[in-house]
């Protein structure tokens, strides 16, 4: 029997990649693509996701949602991933076009007919976070809610502090880590070093020949550019594939452990920074007082340190052959 996707993605180079990977999975069912504003305005991400279904045969049904951070102003990536999200190749536009449903609300019509669903976001949180508003128990309908977001005990993308997917909407990140969702949180941690797609790792999947296959690649130029001038690593970071290897397969986790997770949305030096109380200080008396709403229930995310590299390339280069 399939599993069922939900995927929630402000679609860019990276986010097309991984929905590539679920599209083109055999034993999932994509319900829906809800779309968010972030690394692109969302209609813009809407058409790179519509864009990205057709190549692959599926009319996976694309929900609008967020114009931008629920408090905010959206500050995209278009540095990062290019105007148009996808490295400015001038791609057609699709043939389909959205659904008239807003995301926010697909999100729970598609967790109400389908409990237990794989819930994965590749975007910032804001679609979720509203979904949560609207319907405060939706993490009894949520099987695993797979996030790519946050830089945990590390480094971040977009200051020293903060990673995109939580830095462009921590008050929506915020609110998801209140939400008793089944969260795991695939932080940037994991996208760099050993996990980053290297020369000979473009070579093998230009030589697969496939159309997914050149197309990963290409959408994926300006990408690989601002991803060296921002570390000095060579190669194409695919943060959003590295999440989705894990929503498809969880036993490429190599370590992983439940804590109290929280969001900074009160200071502009660590806005977005993902607090992980890995030492299990935060409910000690000395801390208690600060972390009183999360510290009263279990630890709220399964955080993953590590993860079988070799194992999800392997699984990124079978999805995208023909
Ligand atoms: C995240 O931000 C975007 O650049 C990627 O699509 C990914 O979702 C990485 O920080
Ligand atoms: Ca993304």
């Known amino acids: 029997m399939s599993r069922v996707f939900v995927i929630d993605?402000?679609?860019?180079?990276?986010d097309a990649v991984a929905l590539i990977m679920a599209l083109r999975a055999p034993d999932v069912e994509v319900a829906a693509i809800t779309?968010?504003?972030?690394?692109?305005?969302v209609d813009q991400a809407c058409r790179n996701a519509l864009y990205t279904a057709q190549l692959c045969g599926?009319?996976?049904?694309?929900?609008?949602?967020?114009?931008?951070?629920?408090?905010?102003?959206?500050?995209?990536?278009?540095?990062?991933?290019?105007?148009?999200?996808?490295?400015?190749?001038?791609?057609?536009?699709?043939?389909?076009?959205?659904?008239?449903?807003?995301?926010?609300?697909?999100?729970?019509?598609?967790?109400?007919?389908?409990?237990?669903?794989?819930?994965?976001?590749?975007?910032?949180?804001?679609?979720?976070?509203?979904?949560?508003?609207?319907k405060p128990d939706l993490e009894r309908l949520i099987g695993r809610c797979v996030v790519m977001g946050g830089a945990p005990c590390?480094?971040?993308?977009?200051?020293?502090?903060?990673?995109?997917?939580?830095w462009c909407d921590p008050e929506a990140a915020h609110a998801v880590m209140r939400g008793g969702l089944p969260l795991e949180l695939v932080g940037w941690h994991l996208c760099r070093g050993a996990a980053v797609i290297d020369a000979a790792d473009i070579e093998r999947i230009k030589e697969l020949g496939s159309d997914l296959g050149n197309f990963a690649?290409?959408?994926?130029?300006?990408?690989?550019?601002?991803?060296f001038e921002q570390t000095g690593e060579h190669g194409i970071s695919l943060p959003d594939p590295v999440a989705m290897g894990i929503a498809l397969d969880p036993r490429l986790v190599e370590s992983s452990s439940n804590h109290y997770v929280d969001v900074e949305i009160r200071s502009e030096l660590t806005r977005g920074m993902t607090v992980v109380d890995r030492l299990g200080v935060a409910s000690n008396t000395r801390n208690r007082h600060i972390w009183e709403d999360l510290v009263k229930n279990?630890?709220?995310?399964?955080?993953?340190?590590?993860?079988n590299i070799a194992g999800w390339k392997s699984m990124l280069f079978e999805l995208l052959g023909s």
């Open 58 to 134: 599926s009319n996976v049904p694309v929900f609008r949602g967020a114009e931008g951070p629920l408090q905010r102003a959206l500050e995209d990536a278009s540095w990062f991933h290019g105007r148009d999200g996808m490295g400015d190749h001038g791609y057609p536009m699709p043939r389909r076009q959205v659904e008239t449903l807003h995301a926010t609300d697909a999100i729970i019509k598609m967790a109400e007919a389908h409990p237990g669903l794989t819930l994965v976001t590749l975007g910032p949180l804001t679609n979720l976070a509203s979904a949560l508003r609207r």
């Open 35 to 41: 779309v968010v504003a972030g690394n692109c305005g």
């Open 154 to 166: 590390c480094e971040g993308n977009v200051t020293p502090a903060a990673e995109f997917n939580i």
């Open 217 to 227: 690649i290409e959408c994926n130029s300006t990408a690989g550019a601002a991803f």
């Open 298 to 307: 279990p630890p709220n995310a399964k955080v993953h340190w590590s993860m």
């Open 9 to 14: 993605t402000d679609t860019a180079s990276d």
